[in-house]
């Protein structure tokens, strides 16, 4: 490109000294914008992206009823009065009211359970991707960065796990306890959902430890464990991001379907899939009871996928 700067030069004036006359001032022009990193273009790329916007308004929202379900709506979820036939049709007129969305079979508010039912489903999701984040990541790298023998044992016991049916292996797991609370919930799906995770920060490490930055880290005489936390671990987290982001919505349809199943949440839970499962009893008189938490689920699934979709294409240099 054309040099913009330009060059000036100062004439001699009356009383100015001889080394004054003649000097060249260069005006550079403005200064060069600093470049981006990885994170800050991606954030530019999100705050224009509407479907990153859309499905990040709704995860907002969705966690703001999981933690603060007081905030809309006064009823309880397990009050039950049977004289509030569930056969009656929504009030659709009252929002917000506890006969907003009719009554279940028990003659519970349906508009209050899906309200606290939120806070199940979330909590799981965010549970156990964080907990397969953790031990993926971690499996992973070592079997990267070390290779030989540890990678050949810890590649084949993922592909050991791979082979397990997530929903089958989780419903046996799940099966075996009697109290099935959110925390065991979590841990059983997390048992089992960890190796995608742990298959993708293997293959980002295995590029990674090659560059040149870890090559002087090594020479220099750096630990590994710093070696791994400080300079490939921020790396790798990208696609890692990428991976879990999207795989949240899945572990939410996951706990619905297994609560559906009724090896989930135990019955004194407040879940979606409980009430779906309800539900289905009486969907030919009163499909409502079925229907709505249905949506709940899948509006909820429908914005993590979106937003795990649109932080991969801004995170992905390739479907720039």
Same mark, same amino acid.
């Given at each position: 490109?054309?040099?913009? /700067?330009?060059?000036?030069?100062?004439?001699?004036?009356?009383?100015?000294?001889?080394?004054?006359?003649?000097?060249?001032?260069?005006?550079?022009?403005?200064?060069?914008?600093?470049?981006?990193?990885?994170?800050?273009?991606?954030?530019?790329?999100?705050?224009?992206?509407?479907?990153?916007?859309?499905?990040?308004?709704?995860?907002?929202?969705?966690?703001?009823?999981?933690?603060?379900?007081?905030?809309?709506?006064?009823? =309880?979820?397990?009050?039950?009065?049977?004289?509030?036939?569930?056969?009656?049709?929504?009030?659709?007129?009252?929002?917000?009211?506890?006969?907003?969305?009719?009554?279940?079979?028990?003659?519970? /508010?349906?508009?209050?359970?899906?309200?606290?039912?939120?806070?199940?489903?979330?909590?799981?999701?965010?549970?156990?991707?964080?907990?397969?984040?953790?031990?993926?990541?971690?499996?992973?790298?070592?079997?990267?960065?070390?290779?030989?023998?540890?990678?050949?044992?810890?590649?084949?016991?993922?592909?050991?796990?791979?082979?397990?049916? +997530?929903?089958?292996?989780?419903?046996?797991?799940?099966? =075996? +306890?009697?109290?099935?609370?959110?925390?065991?919930?979590?841990?059983?799906?997390?048992?089992?959902?960890?190796?995608?995770?742990?298959?993708?920060?293997?293959?980002?490490?295995?590029?990674?430890?090659?560059?040149?930055?870890?090559?002087?880290?090594?020479?220099?005489?750096? =630990?590994? /464990?710093?070696?791994?936390?400080?300079?490939?671990?921020?790396?790798?987290?990208?696609?890692?991001?990428?991976?879990?982001?999207?795989?949240?919505?899945?572990?939410?349809?996951?706990?619905?379907?297994?609560?559906?199943?009724?090896?989930?949440?135990?019955?004194?839970?407040?879940?979606?899939?409980?009430?779906?499962?309800?539900?289905?009893?009486?969907?030919?008189?009163?499909?409502?009871?079925?229907?709505?938490? =249905?949506?709940?689920?899948?509006?909820?699934?429908?914005? +993590?996928?979106?937003?795990?979709?649109?932080?991969?294409?801004?995170?992905?240099?390739?479907?720039?």
């Amino acid at each position: 490109m054309p040099d913009k /700067s330009v060059e000036k030069k100062v004439e001699a004036l009356p009383g100015d000294t001889a080394s004054t006359a003649g000097v060249i001032v260069t005006d550079s022009g403005p200064a060069p914008e600093k470049p981006r990193s990885l994170w800050s273009d991606a954030w530019h790329d999100l705050r224009r992206n509407p479907l990153f916007l859309v499905s990040a308004v709704l995860i907002v929202f969705l966690l703001v009823m999981s933690i603060w379900p007081g905030l809309f709506t006064s009823a =309880s979820p397990r009050d039950a009065d049977l004289a509030k036939h569930y056969l009656g049709k929504p009030n659709w007129g009252h929002f917000f009211a506890p006969d907003w969305l009719g009554y279940d079979v028990q003659g519970r /508010s349906i508009y209050a359970r899906v309200v606290y039912g939120a806070r199940a489903s979330i909590t799981v999701g965010v549970g156990v991707t964080i907990a397969v984040t953790i031990i993926g990541t971690f499996i992973g790298m070592i079997a990267g960065y070390f290779g030989g023998w540890t990678d050949t044992l810890l590649s084949r016991l993922t592909d050991i796990f791979l082979g397990i049916p +997530f929903l089958l292996g989780a419903l046996v797991v799940l099966n =075996s +306890f009697d109290n099935r609370t959110v925390l065991v919930v979590i841990m059983a799906l997390a048992f089992l959902g960890w190796t995608q995770i742990a298959r993708v920060a293997r293959g980002a490490v295995i590029t990674i430890k090659q560059s040149d930055y870890v090559v002087a880290a090594k020479a220099l005489g750096a =630990s590994t /464990s710093r070696i791994l936390v400080r300079h490939i671990l921020p790396n790798a987290l990208a696609p890692i991001i990428v991976v879990a982001t999207i795989a949240l919505g899945g572990y939410i349809a996951a706990e619905a379907t297994l609560s559906f199943l009724g090896v989930g949440l135990g019955d004194t839970a407040v879940s979606w899939g409980g009430d779906v499962a309800r539900g289905r009893e009486q969907l030919r008189i009163a499909p409502h009871t079925l229907i709505i938490p =249905s949506v709940m689920v899948s509006i909820t699934v429908l914005s +993590f996928l979106m937003f795990g979709d649109a932080v991969r294409n801004a995170l992905d240099p390739k479907l720039r």
